[in-house]
């Protein structure tokens, strides 16, 4: 008799022995609904710092606007300001992206990282924010060729820490390196 068949017998039966199939098959959707649910916690986490991560970039881009947007419309590039008789000197700011992100996801520096408490106690961690680098790479000074210029770009990378919990316990954290990119595009 295959399988399928003793099951459609068991369920026909009516001794009640498949009361513990019932059970069994009950805690098994429940197990792996907990888990579905768990990966969309950690999925909605990841998502929501790096869009912060994404605002916190591209505001500082547009802090460089000013800087950036004369000299690239007189065909040289910006964020370059004349350092006496010697030459350019590059001004562009990398920003206060922790600030931000502090203000943005409610995150609050604690030894050395930037974490979200869960809930109201505050002693559950949520997820912490670290190691973060911003790389600004300026237009070259007056390109020989404009069309195939670097272009002004700023380069984030942090990293994201979310504690997993399953069945009541902490499990592992995970850790995530998250890359942004930003630039500006010159449009006339």
């Known amino acids: 008799m295959r399988l399928y068949e003793k099951i459609k017998v068991i369920l026909k039966n009516q001794r009640g022995t498949s009361f513990p199939l019932v059970i069994g098959v009950t805690l ?15 999925n909605i986490i990841v998502v929501g710092v790096k869009e912060a991560v994404e605002d916190a970039i591209i505001s500082t881009v547009n802090d460089n606007y000013a800087g950036v947007y004369h000299g690239v419309r007189e065909g040289y590039s910006g964020g370059y300001l004349p350092d006496g008789d010697t030459g350019w000197e590059v001004a562009v700011s990398e920003g206060d992206i922790y600030t931000y992100l502090d ?9 050395g990282r930037h974490v979200k408490f869960a809930g109201d106690s505050g002693n559950s961690m949520e997820f912490a ?21 670097q272009r002004f770009e700023a380069d984030a990378v942090i990293r994201l820490e979310v504690p997993v919990r399953f069945g009541g316990r902490l499990l592992p954290s995970i850790h995530i390196t998250l890359k942004v990119q930003a630039g500006y595009i010159e449009v006339f």
């Open 129 to 149: 924010i670290d190691s973060l680098s911003v790389t600004i790479r300026n237009a070259p000074l007056a390109p020989s060729d404009p069309s195939n210029a």
């Open 28 to 42: 098994a959707l429940v197990i792996m609904l907990c888990g579905v649910s768990e990966y969309f916690r950690l």
């Open 103 to 111: 203000g943005s996801l409610g995150t609050e520096q604690s030894g």
